[in-house]
């Protein structure tokens, strides 16, 4: 049936700020939905109070509402707006919370507002666990045996009837927070007391363990009259045990044989049948014993999930914006194929290549935690890689980390301790997938490695192959290897980093190996049809399955490239990676609206990102979408096949940032400020010669290479000390210390972390105010876009800290001051685009802390705060297309806008929680005040005044 008419203006809820278990997915999603209505004619108003999402930007919805997620903010905008539905299965979690706590209060039937895309009913009979196993029971569907509680002696009750091992699972919470097995009855007390507490209604579900199992996920879509669709199979390369987001996953799945995978696509149906008759789409998961093939009904997820942006990605089907259209009245037979546009979207995707998830974990961060895999979900952030093979996927997304890795192994890093091996493929922790590639190296035995994973034995296989691999490329040199074994290496998803350190010779010197053979991957589309019908979607991978000629001369064909250049001059944008602590969402904003404002300027945009969960990798984000590693070799055979005019560094975080040096080695033209402009700002010796050259004050500080040259520099700068290491983010390994002792201790940690990095002391300005400034500047004239001063002092790192714009108690002579030096800076730096300058105010002196002539992470709250679109103007005088004079802003200047830290410390209930100089916030709220006697504000700075009196 066509769209219900009677919707002419939709609510949709967002997920919020950043935690873990729930992140930039969410605005991917609830950005496809506001596009995909809007598509509609539908008038669209949005909520959520994250600040640092392309989805809240005023050119999405029609009506952006930055407000907390609450009831009563949800009222305010039902008095403003005649809604007709509201769409909450966009924003996670927190988005179906919030719609069931106004159901539950009478506000939807109140305002005559229809919730559509998901059924009440169907999400409380999946989050309550004792009615989704009496579901599940009722539908004679496989679910482990087990109960729920409410009180401690119920849940002890019912853990004796089952008898261990056993696991709990909180009801109503995201990323399995407060779960966890219990394998014997002395820790089931305190598992037991922790899930009832992390559950908001206070209700654990108790149950049979079912470790080991093998573990797959179904994404499914169904509209208004029962069309289902099987958009991907997801499986699991870890066994049940790991939270499905801190485990690799693989899409298709590998291990599946055709019978039971058809078997498991009838339950899907049936399950999401069973739960209630809504449109749209549902994540369902599944458990498979190894060996007797029982299928179990882990959890269903009646809304947009985390694996929904996935398998998106993975197959190219916008599952959100079919999803969307689903909930105002259309069928999937009336819908396009997004990608083919011949075919509907009653059309299940079929892919030729396979696609490897890893998540991306920042233990680093929260000293003291337990770096374990489990139930709770920990990592922060997930890359993915595609390749045509499981190996070659797997590499890629390895390459993608960013974990200072060059692959799976073959990089010099490899651990040789077999009894800490041993350990970590019992106990599984962030490194246990190099850890089992490592058991290999040494010998250890298939038997042993299944025994102590559980993992299958096909995905252990293809790792044993990898090691296998390595042995015989060590056998040879470069002169000496053979073409074929070359090329055999470069399938299996090598990089030429990685060859190289095995034949023991430069990464260079392989890459003029491959070329003189003719060894050069092609790009391949992303169809979602297996090439069964022609696609029209520009989304790339790349891939080295292809024939070779026998003659070294000869180039691959043409023909076997799907990436076909254009004449039209073009820009290459650099993506951030992988989210993690200091590097977020914020960074895909800047990269989305840099792409949009170089389309505008008449570019070809091209965008290289590896991350599934931002809106940057949405197909039809850019011109071209090449989903590969932001890492040195793919990057560069990219700009070769596309020959862009330049590459746009600034927008990508510190990702994008310390390619820099390469791309001007290499002779790569840098878009906006030079690479000479980067390494100064970066460089502290220089940078400090730069403030002395222009008369500005700074705090006093010193490079090192070696704790004994630390001890002898103390002296000079005396203590307090800030120590850390040069070019890094988020503050990483940064510490005050007070004595000889921490900072012995201190630099010798940071070079065990940073062998090759400068140690930088400064001398730290006790209980300062800090302050930072972000402007845009032409190489001459220089805007300041926002000065915003920090409620905690100088030493908690800018990303923890609450921060007002515009300053609250900085004199206007000061606020003069630091716009005077932020100008200044910009242009002796000839910066071209955004900087970011911070500052420490002492005795009434203002002292420059550092400069960052990049994107900040403070830019999109700055827009949001003063409604203006400034990555636009800054990547247009990036371009060249127009200078600061030709911007007239008009700032919306009212009141102050606080930016709240969003923390994820109950993932890791052990680790100290005092914050300093090393970020650790996973998101960001923004919140509007009229004055600073508003209530939120003075309890913050009541806060700031209890850290200063310790």
Not at 82 to 95: N, S
Not at 348 to 372: H, L, M, Q, S, T
Not at 438 to 454: E, H, P, Y
Request: a negative charge; glycine letters at 6%; proline letters at 5%.
């Amino acid at each position: 049936m066509p769209k219900k008419t009677h919707i002419r203006s939709v609510l949709i809820i967002g997920s919020g700020p950043i935690v873990i278990g729930q992140a930039c997915e969410f605005d991917y999603a609830g950005s496809q939905a506001v596009r995909s209505l809007k598509e509609e004619g539908i008038e669209v108003i949005l909520i959520n109070s994250n600040p640092a999402t392309i989805m809240t930007d005023p050119t999405m919805a029609d009506h952006v509402y930055l407000k907390p997620l609450e009831k009563k903010y949800v009222v305010e905008i039902l008095e403003k707006h005649k809604i007709d539905a509201v769409l909450p299965t966009m924003g996670g979690q927190t988005a179906l919370n919030l719609a069931i706590d106004c159901e539950k209060a009478g506000i939807w039937q109140q305002y005559n507002v229809e919730i559509i895309g998901v059924d009440i009913a169907a999400v409380e009979t999946t989050e309550d666990r004792e009615k989704f196993r009496l579901k599940m029971q009722e539908l004679s569907l496989g679910v482990c045996r087990g109960r729920t509680a409410t009180s401690f002696l119920e849940g002890k009750k019912i853990a004796q009837e089952i008898g261990f091992p056993l696991v709990i699972r909180p009801s109503f919470t995201l990323g399995g927070t407060g779960g966890g097995f219990v394998n014997d009855p002395e820790k089931f007390n305190e598992a037991l007391t922790r899930g009832l507490q992390a559950s908001p209604i206070h209700e654990v579900l108790v149950e049979q363990s079912i470790l080991g199992w093998k573990e797959f996920e179904l994404e499914v879509l169904r509209d208004n009259v029962g069309n289902v669709i099987i958009i991907c199979s997801i499986e699991n390369f870890d066994p049940m045990g790991i939270h499905t987001g801190d485990s690799v996953t693989v899409a298709p799945a590998m291990t599946l044989s055709d019978k039971l995978y058809q078997e498991m696509r009838n339950i899907a149906i049936k399950a999401m049948n069973g739960i209630g008759m809504f449109a749209g789409g549902c994540n369902i998961q599944f458990s498979v014993h190894p060996e007797t093939e029982e299928i179990i009904v882990i959890e269903i997820n009646p809304r947009v999930s985390r694996s929904s942006a996935l398998a998106s990605k993975a197959t190219g089907y916008p599952i959100a914006k079919i999803a969307a259209k689903l909930a105002i009245g259309y069928n999937l037979d009336e819908l396009p194929n997004q990608i083919t546009k011949t075919t509907s979207a009653y059309f299940e995707p079929a892919i030729d290549y396979v696609v490897v998830k890893i998540p991306r974990w920042n233990f680093d961060k929260f000293k003291g935690a337990d770096d374990k895999l489990g139930l709770q979900m920990k990592s922060v952030g997930e890359a993915m890689g595609i390749g045509r093979t499981f190996q070659e996927a797997l590499q890629k997304a390895c390459q993608s980390l960013e974990n200072r890795r060059n692959g799976l192994g073959a990089d010099g890093k490899e651990l040789t301790n077999q009894a800490q091996i041993l350990e970590s493929l019992e106990h599984p922790s962030a490194d246990r997938l190099f850890h089992i590639k490592d058991a290999f190296m040494l010998g250890v035995s298939m038997r042993t490695i299944k025994k102590l994973t559980q993992i299958d034995h096909w995905f252990l296989r293809q790792i044993e192959d990898l090691a296998l691999t390595d042995r015989e490329i060590q056998r040879y040199t470069l002169d000496t290897i053979p073409k074929e074994l070359l090329i055999e290496a470069k399938r299996k998803g090598y990089a030429d980093r990685q060859v190289a350190h095995l034949l023991r010779c430069l990464e260079s010197e392989v890459y003029q190996k491959r070329q003189e053979l003719g060894i050069q991957r092609v790009y391949k589309m992303v169809d979602t049809c297996a090439a069964e019908f022609e696609a029209q979607t520009p989304y790339y991978y790349s891939t080295f399955h292809s024939d070779y000629s026998e003659d070294p001369q000869n180039p691959i064909k043409a023909s076997l490239n799907e990436s076909h250049r254009s004449d039209k001059k073009k820009v290459i944008i650099l993506g951030s990676g992988p989210n993690r602590i200091g590097q977020g969402i914020e960074f895909d904003y800047c990269c989305v609206h840099g792409v949009l404002a170089a389309k505008a300027a008449g570019y070809e945009t091209i965008m290289i990102n590896c991350n599934p969960e931002t809106v940057s990798t949405d197909f039809d984000i850019a011109d071209k979408l090449y989903f590969e590693p932001v890492f040195w070799e793919h990057i560069y055979d990219i700009i070769l096949h596309e020959k862009p005019e330049g590459v746009i560094v600034q927008l990508g975080g510190q990702t994008a940032l310390k390619l820099a040096e390469k791309l001007d080695r290499y002779g790569i033209p840098i878009i906006g400020t030079p690479y000479e402009a980067l390494d100064l700002a970066e460089d502290r010796g220089r940078f400090s010669t730069l403030l002395q050259e222009l008369g500005i004050p700074y705090p006093k500080f010193g490079a090192v290479k070696t704790a004994e040259a630390a001890l002898e520099l103390s002296k000079t700068l005396d203590f307090p000390l800030l120590v850390r290491p040069s070019y890094v983010l988020g503050g990483q390994r940064m510490k005050i210390v007070i004595n000889e002792q921490e900072l012995e201790e201190h630099v010798v940690d940071v070079l065990n972390y940073f062998p090759d990095n400068n140690i930088l002391l400064d001398f730290f300005l006790d209980q300062a105010i800090e302050a930072e400034a972000d402007a845009i500047c032409d190489g001459e004239d220089v805007h300041i876009i926002g000065v915003m001063e920090h409620v905690e002092p100088a030493g908690i790192h800018s990303g923890d800290s609450h921060a007002l714009l515009p300053p609250f108690t900085l004199s206007p002579i000061l606020v003069e001051q630091i716009e005077d030096y932020t100008r200044r800076i910009a242009v002796a730096l000839r910066t071209k685009g955004l900087i970011n300058v911070q500052f420490a105010v002492k005795n009434d002196i203002v002292y420059v802390i550092e400069a960052n002539p990049r994107a900040s992470r403070t830019v999109p709250f700055i827009c949001k705060a003063y409604q203006e679109p400034y990555i636009k103007a800054a990547t247009e005088v990036m371009l060249g297309a127009k200078t600061v004079k030709d911007f007239k802003f008009s700032p919306v200047k009212e009141g102050y806008a606080i930016k709240i830290p969003v923390f994820s410390f109950n993932k890791f209930p052990n680790v100290n929680k005092e914050l300093g100089p090393e970020m650790k916030s996973t998101g960001e709220a923004i919140y509007f005040i009229d004055r600073l006697q508003d209530e939120v504000f003075l309890k913050i700075y009541a806060e700031r005044n209890l850290f200063l009196s310790k």
